[in-house]
């Protein structure tokens, strides 16, 4: 059920330019991988949107790209202060699906990890995954998902995609899913817009699907190309692209159980 709870920070863990933000979980549900949830960041008037990452039974973790004021002020958060949660919103993957593969791109590992955990459970063992990133750095990330195929740009993740056909389910840069929107169909894809509300009252994440406006935090964010929700295909609120994101701020080594020593 979507709940706003207070939460308090368990430790938040460098990895790369990126930081794993760990929370107490107390009774909050972590969902479906693919949903995400509002996070309010502390001195910002508008909560922002991250994808589940990890969940265990003690904690909740999100992966953070720190390319703005709201995903700084996450980032330095420091074990012991508290935030409030929204969530978990909108639709996740499907996970009822024979021969998955995920693909993520740069930060768009951040649902991976749990979406992994889920697929091993569901009994389908823990799925393949391939992984492109921007430079050696922010490949450090991959710990997260420990088996996975990684290349750096100039490869592209595309170019480790298998001859034969797997269930894709991925996130990543909007180029990323566009590729991969034409090379695999039935693809699963993890879509971003900006988002205030994420629960349908703004109207701030309308994208175009399959020529209607649609919300994409009520529709999405995980789409399927010619399943229910359509595919988008020009968002209308136009964003930076990832060219222009920031490097991190340094951050502190934790030593908790989810501490990445790549
Ligand atoms: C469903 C969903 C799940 C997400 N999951 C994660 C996650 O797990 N980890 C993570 O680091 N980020 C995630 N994001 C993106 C994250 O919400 C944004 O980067 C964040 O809101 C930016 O806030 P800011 O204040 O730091 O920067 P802002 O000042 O708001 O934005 C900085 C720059 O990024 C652009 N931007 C802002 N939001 C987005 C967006 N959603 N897509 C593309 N460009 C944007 C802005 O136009 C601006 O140029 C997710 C977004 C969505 C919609
Ligand atoms: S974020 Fe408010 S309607 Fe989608």
């Known amino acids: 059920m979507v709940r706003r709870r207070l939460h ?81 919103l909108g639709h996740g993957f499907d996970l009822a699906v024979e021969r998955p593969l995920l693909v993520g791109g740069g930060i768009g590992l951040a649902p991976l990890p749990f979406l992994s955990k889920r697929l091993a459970r569901a009994g389908k063992g823990r799925p393949p995954a391939i992984l492109g990133f921007r430079s050696e750095w922010h490949a450090e990330a991959a710990a997260l998902l420990p088996d996975a195929e990684v290349c750096i740009e100039p490869t592209f993740v595309t170019a480790l995609l298998p001859d034969e056909r797997h269930d894709v389910l991925a996130c990543g840069p909007e180029p990323m899913l566009v590729a991969l929107r034409v090379l695999v169909p039935t693809a699963q894809l993890a879509w971003e817009s900006p988002m205030a509300c994420g629960y349908g009252a703004c109207h701030g994440c309308v994208v175009e699907l399959d020529g209607e406006l649609r919300r994409l935090c009520v529709d999405g964010p995980v789409l399927r190309h010619g399943g229910t929700h359509g595919s988008p295909t020009s968002p209308l609120l136009r964003r930076a692209g990832t060219a222009s994101r920031t490097r991190a701020p340094a951050g502190r080594a934790g030593d908790s159980a989810w501490s990445v020593r790549p």
């Open 8 to 88: 308090r920070v368990a430790g938040a863990e460098p990895i790369g330019p990126y930081t794993l933000l760990r929370l107490e979980r107390g009774d909050s549900e972590p969902g479906e991988p693919g949903q995400f949830f509002m996070l309010e960041a502390p001195g910002r008037v508008l909560p922002r949107p991250m994808s589940l990452c990890l969940a265990t039974r003690a904690e909740l973790a999100f992966l953070i790209d720190p390319i703005g004021p709201g995903t700084s002020a996450l980032c330095e958060l420091e074990q012991g202060e508290e935030l409030h949660l929204l969530g978990p």
